[in-house]
């Protein structure tokens, strides 16, 4: 392990898996064995680290650490447990249409019907009208996959550790010709958590982390104060930025304490620029 931190940690996941789990159906980089966030968090807790909400961190020299999830998979309701353990305060930032219409995730349909897909160019509400009706249904009988229910988002919203935050509706990246989408995409975000209480709802985690100079700006003038990206490294007191280390499976991507490490070095930031110039550009001229 490498030394100690000494800035303020945003952590995302996206999926976790229990021993009880069977082995995911597509995408297993995203899931994370609960007991190796266990082990994060103590180690973490040793610290000194103090667990509070992303936005909530000090320009002072005290350490702290959020932790956020992105989409809205069912299995992330095994996160209760430690965040009562810890009284660690987390956000699920939820992409509503497949909680409201019990959908499971375009990724993961996609994954199950295509040897590629370019997801980036991907109109996402055009493309849910059309799912492959086969992979829909084995998807959300897997407990893998599935999103949350309205029951469970219920159960969430009961427990004061539990808070929602903005993912779009559709989970479309705002970006290129599809930033002409962002104010709808948003409202009707907003429309469906307004039901329920402890949401963020001026704070919006990016689809797929992609965004470039205009649509940050654009966003941050216009519809939300803060946007959470997957850049990796710490996040500054008071910026509308919330830069996120994405966790990944650890047989893939090592033990999650490296992982957090390894998120502040340059070649990996360097890597994320490129992949986001990568995805962005050849959308910018259609907008």
């Not at 069912?74 to 699920?92: D, I, M, R």
């Not at 930025?241 to 992982?259: C, E, K, M, W, Y």
């Amino acid at each position: 392990m490498k030394g100690n931190l000494t800035m303020n940690l945003c952590l995302l996941a996206h999926c976790l898996s229990v021993p009880t789990s069977t082995p995911p159906l597509t995408h297993p980089e995203l899931f994370i064995p609960l007991g190796d966030v266990e082990e994060l968090l103590e180690q973490l807790a040793a610290e000194q680290f103090e667990f509070c909400l992303p936005g909530s961190e000090s320009p002072a020299s005290r350490k702290t650490c959020s932790f956020t999830f992105d989409d809205g998979y069912a299995n992330n309701l095994h996160f209760l447990p430690l965040a009562e353990k810890f009284q660690l305060p987390f956000v699920l930032f939820l992409s509503s249409i497949n909680i409201a219409e019990q959908l499971p995730f375009l990724w993961d349909i996609e994954s199950l019907t295509r040897s590629q897909w370019r997801f980036w160019e991907e109109d996402y509400r055009s493309a849910y009208r059309s799912v492959d009706a086969g992979a829909k249904e084995k998807l959300l009988q897997d407990e893998n996959h599935r999103p949350l229910t309205l029951a469970e988002m219920q159960t969430l919203s009961e427990n004061c550790w539990a808070h929602f935050g903005l993912h779009t509706h559709s989970h479309q990246p705002l970006v290129g010709r599809f930033l002409a989408q962002a104010a709808l995409e948003i409202t009707e975000n907003s429309r469906f958590l307004a039901k329920y209480p402890r949401v963020l709802n001026r704070d919006l985690a990016l689809p797929c982390g992609f965004y470039t100079h205009w649509t940050a700006k654009y966003l941050l003038k216009n519809l939300v104060d803060r946007v959470y990206t997957v850049d990796g490294g710490a996040t500054r007191p008071g910026s509308p930025f919330i830069h996120r280390v994405t966790l990944v499976n650890p047989t893939i991507g090592g033990d999650l304490r490296s992982q957090i490490s390894n998120s502040f070095s340059r070649g990996v930031k360097l890597r994320r620029k490129m992949v986001n110039l990568r995805y962005s550009l050849p959308l910018l001229s259609r907008f």
